[in-house]
């Protein structure tokens, strides 16, 4: 498929389980973008990466999150010891430039359910 | 404090009627505005947008307006269809490469 995958598309833990969501976005999309979106909010931004640079983690709510990329292509997200505050839709973006003003491709997301 | 707003949670609109979906922002330094939309279980999807040096963009049944004194932008949907029910987010950059998001309105196009 020619669009951004996110795997898997529903999960559900337990409280204090650690999660890994997967991302492959665009071939030849050099940015890729990890938000978080909480039932009834906006997008939440997590991670952003650009090539080959240092990622911006500014938006990483607590030390508990990490993401990794493996040079321009699948990128994962990864939450350990999982609180239910944590239950969200997960979404990956990848974008061609300029993600400012290039417009962001984004798969259908994974759902997190922290039971 | 959030620097993109959509106060309006939700919006219903006869089809074939105009829908206004309208954002607040209070960053003076945003100055490309972009409107997603979104279906149910799908990520969302590119509308349209607008750069802060024109007020208005047009495309197809679709424009969005930018008030830049007032720090406020719409997005006109003329005439409206059932396939535009869907969460509309509207989105700001200052040009740095993250976006600001508000929190989305539900349009309910009634037949």
């Known amino acids: 498929g020619a669009g951004v995958s996110q795997s898997p598309s529903n999960k559900v833990t337990e409280k204090g389980k650690d999660v890994e969501l997967r991302c492959d976005p665009i071939s030849g999309h050099t940015a890729l973008y990890w938000y978080r979106q909480r039932l009834g909010q906006g997008l939440e931004f997590l991670i952003y990466?650009?090539?080959?640079?240092?990622?911006?983690k500014s938006g990483l709510p607590s030390d508990r999150f990490s993401a990794e990329r493996t040079g321009e292509s699948v990128s994962t997200l990864t939450i350990q010891r999982t609180q239910q505050e944590d239950s969200a839709v997960y979404l990956c973006a990848s974008s061609t430039g300029q993600p400012g003003v290039e417009k962001l491709f984004f798969g259908s997301g994974t759902q997190l359910s922290v039971l | 404090d959030q620097q993109v707003k959509q106060n309006s949670p939700s919006l219903s609109v006869q089809e074939g009627r105009i829908s206004i979906l309208n954002c607040d922002y209070t960053n003076s330094m945003f100055d490309y505005f972009l409107w997603y939309k979104k279906y149910p279980a799908e990520g969302p999807t590119f509308l349209i947008s607008i750069s802060s040096i024109k007020d208005k963009n047009e495309d197809g049944r679709f424009t969005v307006f930018l008030n830049k004194s007032a720090k406020h932008l719409s997005l006109h949907i003329v005439p409206s269809q059932p396939g535009d029910s869907a969460v509309y987010f509207c989105a700001a950059s200052d040009s740095n490469y993250q976006l600001i998001w508000g929190a989305g309105t539900k349009l309910i196009i009634k037949p």
């Open positions: 990466f650009q090539g080959n640079s240092a990622p911006d």
